[in-house]
């Protein structure tokens, strides 16, 4: 059965820092890595999608890798904002066609 | 561009009480989810349809009925409300496998 992780469940860094969050799954048979973000009291908002033939995406100061054999991704993203406190959450799609969610990273970048 | 629209956004029910959670897409999408997310946990699927008239049960339907009546409507039924399905309920489509999902804003329930 796939699982997703997400560590660590909670960041707080200075605002300007790069950073990574980081995404582990068990099962490298999946067709691709998504990368949602999800605002108090909002639903999910969709930042990057990785096929799995893909090594990684790109959207503005955010970019997502994805290393299949190794069951990791990881959303690096560049010169933090305030605005970009969120939750974080991965989700790869199995074999089934269904998505498999990790728990999510609760991000505070503190101005 | 509405995309996924959501109601109620916030609930309480009584125990044994029922309701109906409304999805409904505007982009034509085939497929569409039911979701729930308790704190500190990721989503659990709830339902799914591929298509109007076709439905299947996710990781944790009981509790929970669905109909897919058309392409653009997925509704939720609750029937004996528990204390155990208070939760946040998310709504998403695609348009397809392996594209981006959209979510509805969420309805936030709680059973007392």
């Known amino acids: 059965k796939q699982e997703v992780t997400q560590i660590p469940a909670a960041l707080s860094v200075p605002e300007g820092e790069n950073l990574v969050l980081n995404c582990s799954f068990t099962d490298s048979a999946i067709y691709n890595l998504q990368w949602f973000r999800q605002d108090p009291g909002k639903g999910l908002t969709s930042l990057l999608l990785?096929?799995?033939s893909q090594r990684e995406q790109t959207s503005g100061r955010l970019n997502a890798s994805l290393d299949k054999s190794s069951g990791r991704s990881t959303l690096y993203i560049a010169a933090s904002q305030p605005g970009d406190s969120a939750t974080y959450l991965c989700?790869?799609?199995?074999?089934?066609?269904?998505?498999?969610w990790g728990a999510g990273t609760k991000l505070i970048i503190k101005p | 561009n509405a995309g996924v629209t959501q109601t109620p956004k916030f609930r309480i029910l009584k125990i044994g009480q029922s309701m109906t959670l409304q999805c409904t897409q505007d982009m034509n999408h085939n497929y569409m989810y039911w979701y729930r997310q308790d704190p500190g946990m990721g989503l659990k699927l709830i339902y799914y349809?591929?298509?109007?008239?076709?439905?299947d049960k996710g990781e944790v339907p009981n509790g929970y009925n669905v109909s897919r009546s058309t392409t653009e409507d997925f509704p939720l039924r609750l029937e004996l409300a528990a204390p155990s399905q208070t939760s946040v309920y998310f709504c998403a489509s695609r348009g397809d496998w392996g594209t981006e999902a959209f979510f509805g804003q969420g309805t936030r329930l709680t059973v007392v």
């Open positions: 349809s591929v298509g109007a008239g076709i439905t």
């Open positions: 989700a790869v799609e199995d074999s089934n066609y269904q998505l498999i």
């Open positions: 990785i096929q799995s």
